[in-house]
T-cell receptor, first 115, second 111 residues
Framework: EPEVTQTPSHQVTQMGQEVILRCVPI?????FYWYRQILGQKVEFLVS????????KSEIFDDQFSVERPDGSNFTLKIRSTKLEDSAMYFC?????????????FGPGTRLTVL | GESVGLHLPTLSVQEGDNSIINCAYS??????FIWYKQESGKGPQFIID?????DKRQGQRVTVLLNKTVKHLSLQIAATQPGDSAVYFC??????????FGTGTRLQVTL
């Protein structure tokens, strides 16, 4: 069964450093998302991406964040200058049809630890 | 893996009993709802969904009930098994494609 994959599973970085989190969505999916989950809290939407551009972003997704689909298979989330409060699980998700009324498939997540 | 939801409400049930997990949503424009299961160290896994034009939907051992009047969603798991132990989140979509998640409930199945 096809699945969303994410690398690395755990990323440790120093505050102020740039990180890139990588995702490979399911191959025939067209809509891509990043969510994050701070320890002990609920899953929060960051950004949605379709047709090589951002469809929607949340207040969390400020100028320090960017997304890219560089090669038709990978979908990346970059944080330019990490802060302590960026420590969280980051989940990539994708779906095939329009986002509404269609299940989003989630990857296993990347645990980001900012020291 | 490290557990999430350390401060989540917890529901403890005995193996074989039925479980009912509740969720309240606030956006009256939401028209699609999903229940996700999250095991420790893993991403959310789809369980069942329901559209706003329905009030009940059944899957294998699971039933979702939607009460739009009071903006309430519930997940019923029949004959709960140890493998059902996880954190359960409801999620909704409204006018946009993003999912808005609830706070989650930890289900503990005791033998």
């Amino acid at each position: 069964e096809p699945e969303v994959t994410q690398t690395p599973s755990h990323q440790v970085t120093q505050m102020g450093q740039e990180v890139i989190l990588r995702c490979v969505p399911i191959s025939n999916h067209l809509y891509f998302y990043w969510y994050r989950q701070i320890l002990g809290q609920k899953v929060e939407f960051l950004v949605s991406f379709y047709n090589n551009e951002i469809s929607e972003k949340s207040e969390i997704f400020d100028d320090q964040f960017s997304v890219e689909r560089p090669d038709g298979s990978n979908f990346t989330l970059k944080i330019r200058s990490t802060k302590l409060e960026d420590s969280a699980m980051y989940f990539c998700a994708s779906n095939r049809l329009a986002g509404r009324n269609n299940e989003q498939f989630f990857g296993p997540g990347t645990r980001l630890t900012v020291l | 893996g490290e557990s999430v939801g350390l401060h989540l409400p917890t529901l403890s049930v005995q193996e074989g009993d039925n479980s009912i997990i509740n969720c309240a949503y606030s956006n009256s424009a939401s028209d699609y709802f999903i229940w996700y299961k999250q095991e420790s160290g893993k991403g959310p896994q789809f369980i069942i969904d329901i559209r706003s034009n329905m009030d009940k939907r059944q899957g294998q051992r699971v039933t979702v009930l939607l009460n739009k009047t009071v903006k309430h969603l519930s997940l019923q798991i029949a004959a709960t098994q140890p493998g059902d132990s996880a954190v359960y989140f409801c999620a909704e979509t409204g006018t946009a494609s993003k999912l808005t998640f609830g706070t989650g409930t930890r289900l503990q199945v005791t033998l």
